[in-house]
C-alpha cells in the first residue's frame, strides 16, 4: 500500500484568517521529511489537513490517493501526535497503549513496552501525574510503536529533556530503517534535528516556500573562509548571510550554489568552502528579506 | 509503503470501528455508574427507605447523572478518539451506541432492584408517573427512555461548545432546555407544570409518549450529528 501525500492548491482560512494559502505539495512514501517554518508560519494547519482534524477551504488533500476526511481506513493509518494537554487524563500509561492497540492497525506492543523501559516510563501511574517531558516521552512511544504509514510528529519533543530526545532520534532512525514510513517532523530544533531530514519542506507565512532534498538545499549555502581580503573579494555580489573574523581571517556564510569553476577559483586562492547548517539556512530563507525569493522544486 | 509483518489484514470500516468505541465507552461509562448508583443506594438506606421504594427515588438522580455524562461525553472523548484515527462517523455511532447501553443498564439495574425489595422485603409500592399499577417492564423502559434524553440534552451541550465555543455553546443549553421540557411534558413530569402555565398541554396515552419520546430522541441525535460531522477536532 502506498500512501503518498498530495495536497492541491490547499487553502485554509479560520474566519478572516487566512493560515495556508495555493499550497501545492508532495510527500513520497516511505522519507522523513522536515517541516519547518517560524512562528505562525501554518506548520500545525498543515499536519491536521493530513490528519483530518480540518477540511481545506480550498483545493485538495489526498492520501493513497483518496480524501482523508472521514474515510476510516485512511485516518486510521495517519498518527498524528502533537504535544498533548493530558491535565485531566485519568487513564494509566498501559491504558494507553491498549487504546493504541485497539485502534492502531500496525501497533506493535512489544516494541511499545520496549520503548517504554527505554524511556524510563512508569506503566501503572496515570497520565495526569507524569511530568511534562514523561507525557512528551509517551506521545513518542505511542507515534513510533503505532508505525501509521504517515506518522507526524509535530513539536512533540519541547517536554523532554536533551538525553531523551536523543533516544527518541535514535529510535526513530533505527525502526524507520526496519518499518519505513512516511515521518514528517515538525520542529524547532533545526540544528539537532537536521540529520534526520531526507527531504525539508519550509513554510513561510501561510505559503510554500520550499520543498528539497537536504543535501540539494545545503548545496545552496556555503561558508567560505581564508583571509579577510580574499574572502570579501570571493562574495562580492553573493548574498552574504553572516560573517566572522577572527584577526586576519575571515568566515562568510553564502547563499547560492558555487559552481565548479569558482570553486577552483576558491582553491587557487587558499580559500576554504564548506557547509553552511541547515539552521542558518533556515533562519536567511524565512527573515523578512530574502523570504519571497525561493523557486519551490517538485 | 513495504509491507509491515504487524500488519492486521482486516479492512477498516466505520461500523467496526463504531462498535469498539460504543465498547470502551460503554465499559467506561458503566463504572462511574456503579459509583453513582452505590451512592445512591447508601443514600436510600440511611434516609429514604421507608418513605418511597427504590425505583422512585433513584430515578431523579439518574437524569441528572446521565445529563453529566452527557454533557461530558464530547469534550471527554472526541479529541481522544481522533487521536488515535477514529473518526468522527464511528466517534458518534459508538458514543451514541454507549448512551443508549448505559441508560438501559442502569435503569434496567435500578427496576431490578426495585422489584427484588418489592418481593423480597415490604417495601412501599412504587408510585411513578405511569401509575401504582404500571408493570416493571414498562416502567424500566420508559425510565430508560427518560435516562437516554437526559443524556442526549447533554450530548447536545457538550457538541454545542466543543463546536461554538462558549457562546454558541449557551445557545445549545436553550436547545437541551427545549428537549427536556418536550420530554417531561410527554411523561407528565416536573418541567411540564411549568410548560403547562404557558400552555396547555393534554395527557398523552403510553404509546403515543414512547413514540413521541422516539421521535425526540432521533430528532436531538440529528442536531448532533449536524453539529459534529464536520467539527474541527480540537488540538489539546
New interface residues.
Given amino acids: ?3 503518498d501525500v498530495m495536497l492541491e492548491q490547499v487553502s485554509v482560512n479560520f474566519g478572516s484568517h487566512r493560515a495556508l494559502t495555493d499550497i501545492t505539495l508532495e510527500l513520497e ?2 522519507k522523513i521529511y522536515g517541516l519547518l517554518g517560524r512562528n505562525g508560519a501554518g506548520k ?1 494547519t498543515l499536519l ?1 489537513l493530513l ?5 481545506p477551504t480550498a483545493g485538495q488533500v489526498r492520501i493513497g490517493g483518496r480524501n482523508p476526511f ?4 485512511t ?6 501526535v ?1 504535544e ?2 493530558y491535565s ?1 487524563e485519568s487513564e494509566k500509561v498501559r491504558g494507553m497503549l491498549q ?2 492497540e ?7 506492543r512489544a516494541y511499545a513496552e520496549e520503548l517504554i523501559h527505554l524511556f524510563g516510563l512508569p506503566q501503572d501511574v496515570p497520565v495526569k501525574k507524569l511530568s511534562s517531558g514523561m507525557q512528551s516521552a509517551l506521545n513518542a512511544v505511542i507515534g513510533l510503536a503505532s ?3 504517515v506518522t507526524i510528529f509535530d513539536e512533540v519533543y519541547r517536554g523532554m529533556d536533551a538525553p531523551t530526545r536523543e533516544i527518541f532520534y535514535k529510535q526513530l532512525l533505527e525502526d524507520q530503517a526496519g ?4 515521518i514528517i517532523l515538525s520542529t524547532h530544533l533545526v540544528s539537532e534535528m537536521d540529520y534526520l531530514f531526507e527531504d525539508v519542506v519550509i513554510l513561510h507565512k501561510g505559503r510554500m516556500l520550499l520543498k528539497e532534498s537536504i543535501d540539494r538545499l545545503l548545496d545552496r549555502g556555503a561558508s567560505i573562509t581564508g583571509t579577510a581580503a580574499d574572502v570579501d573579494e570571493f562574495v562580492r555580489g553573493m548574498k552574504v548571510l553572516n560573517v566572522q573574523q577572527l584577526g586576519g581571517t575571515k568566515a562568510a556564510m553564502v547563499y547560492g550554489e558555487i559552481d565548479e569553476a569558482r570553486r577552483r577559483a576558491a582553491a587557487g586562492k587558499g580559500l576554504d568552502i564548506g557547509p553552511v547548517p541547515l539552521q542558518d539556512l533556515f533562519i536567511h530563507l524565512t527573515g523578512e528579506e530574502g523570504s519571497h525569493e525561493v523557486q519551490s522544486e517538485h | ?2 509491507s ?1 509483518p ?3 489484514a482486516r ?4 461500523a467496526g ?1 463504531a462498535l ?1 468505541v460504543a465498547a ?1 465507552m460503554s465499559w467506561l461509562q458503566l463504572t462511574w455508574s456503579a459509583w453513582f448508583i452505590s451512592f445512591v443506594i447508601l443514600a436510600y438506606a440511611l434516609i429514604e427507605i421507608n418513605a418511597q421504594n427504590f425505583m422512585t427515588f433513584a430515578f431523579q438522580p439518574s437524569k441528572v447523572f446521565m445529563l453529566v455524562i452527557g454533557i461530558i461525553s464530547v469534550s ?1 472523548f472526541l479529541s481522544f ?10 466517534y458518534f455511532c459508538g458514543s451514541s451506541l454507549a448512551a443508549a447501553t448505559v441508560a438501559f443498564v442502569l435503569m434496567g439495574f435500578v427496576g431490578v432492584l426495585g422489584s427484588l425489595q418489592h418481593w423480597l422485603i415490604p417495601a412501599p409500592e412504587k408510585v411513578s408517573f405511569l401509575g401504582e399499577d404500571a408493570s416493571w417492564l414498562l416502567t424500566v423502559i420508559v425510565y430508560f427512555l427518560n435516562a437516554l434524553v437526559y443524556y442526549l440534552a447533554g450530548y447536545v451541550i457538550g457538541a454545542g461548545f466543543y463546536r461554538f465555543g462558549k457562546l454558541g455553546g449557551m445557545l445549545y443549553i436553550v436547545l437541551a432546555l427545549a428537549v427536556l421540557f418536550a420530554s417531561e411534558s410527554m411523561w407528565d413530569l416536573e418541567l411540564k407544570d411549568l410548560l403547562n402555565r404557558v400552555v396547555y398541554i393534554g395527557h398523552l396515552p403510553v404509546w403515543g409518549s414512547l413514540l413521541g419520546t422516539l421521535l425526540l430522541a432521533a430528532l436531538t441525535l440529528g442536531i448532533i450529528w449536524a453539529t459534529l ?2 467539527v ?2 480540537k ?2
Avoid at chain 1, 518499518?179 to 512516511?182: A, D, L, Q
Wanted: glycine content about 4%; proline content about 6%.
Fill in positions: 500500500m502506498s500512501l512514501a516511505g500545525t491536521s490528519a483530518s482534524y480540518i477540511e472521514e474515510h476510516a481506513e485516518m486510521a493509518q495517519v498518527s498524528f502533537f498533548t494537554d485531566e487504546v493504541a485497539r485502534y492502531r492497525p500496525h501497533f506493535d508505525r501509521s504509514p518499518h519505513p514510513r512516511t | 509503503m513495504r509491515n504487524s500488519i492486521k479492512p477498516i470500516r466505520h470501528r469498539r470502551d471527554g478518539y481522533a487521536r488515535f484515527g477514529v473518526t468522527r462517523t464511528a460531522k464536520k474541527r477536532i488540538i489539546k
